[in-house]
Every structure is written in structure tokens, then in C-alpha cells.
Nanobody
Framework: QVQLEESGGGLVQAGDSLRLSCRAS????????MAWFRQAPGKERDFVGG????????VYADSVKGRFTISRDNAKNTVYLQMNNLLPEDTAVYYC????????????????????WGQGTQVSVSS
């Protein structure tokens, strides 16, 4: 079972950048697709973006496309979410997640397809 830990959240102003990290302290992520989700107060947990186990395919939600970038370093057992040009509507708790199945060729957008989650890190963007 993969165990994940996020870091890098904080309070920033609109237009600023943040980089979130997600490190697997237990298990190995190299065979699993990884994704980022976010959840604002009173809302459902939404897909932000993810990539396949090989890193060959990366997809993003339309709301973050062109501003956010996902990368992974399998040697460090870590995935990253680089967030640029942050907007107030990006305010949420951000979670990373590890895929339920190994070596999928696609990036699922449903939380049900991920079975290991970090504790979340708060990102707050002021206007």
C-alpha cells in the first residue's frame, strides 16, 4: 500500500506561483498513475490533473490547463504540481492520489480509480 505525503501549500496572492510535492513514504509509485485533486469548502473533490505510470501521458482539468504542470521523479518517489498564475478560485485543499491499478495507459478522472491519498495541503489565493 502506497502512503503519500503532500507539502508546499500556503497563502499567496492572485498571480503568484506555488509548487506542491507529493512523496511516497511507503511503497513505490513508478508503476502507478498519479493524480492531483482539490476540494473547496462545501464542494466535491475535483480532478486537477494526472499522469500515467510512465509519465508519457498527462491530462489536466480545463480550469487549470496552461497554468498548472504535473511532473514526476520516480527516483525520488515524488510527484509535483507546479501552479502558476494562481486565481482565487484555485483556493482549496489539494490532495495527491495513487492509482488503484498498475500500468494503466490512461489517466482516470474519477476519485474511485485511486486508492491511496495524502492528507491534503491547503492552498489559499487572495485577490
Amino acid at each position: 500500500q502506497v502512503q503519500l505525503e503532500e507539502s508546499g501549500g500556503g497563502l499567496v496572492q492572485a498571480g503568484d506561483s506555488l509548487r506542491l510535492s507529493c512523496r511516497a513514504s511507503l511503497g513505490i509509485i513508478s508503476s502507478y498513475g498519479m493524480a492531483w485533486f482539490r476540494q473547496a469548502p462545501g464542494k466535491e473533490r475535483d480532478f486537477v490533473g494526472g499522469n500515467t505510470w510512465s509519465g508519457g501521458t498527462t491530462v489536466y482539468a480545463d480550469s487549470v490547463k496552461g497554468r498548472f504542470t504535473i511532473s514526476r521523479d520516480n527516483a525520488k518517489n515524488t510527484v509535483y504540481l507546479q501552479m502558476n498564475n494562481l486565481l482565487p478560485e484555485d483556493t482549496a485543499v489539494y490532495y495527491c492520489a495513487s492509482g488503484r491499478y498498475q500500468r494503466l495507459a490512461v489517466v482516470p478522472r474519477s476519485p474511485m480509480m485511486y486508492d491511496a491519498w495524502g492528507q491534503g495541503t491547503q492552498v489559499s489565493v487572495s485577490s
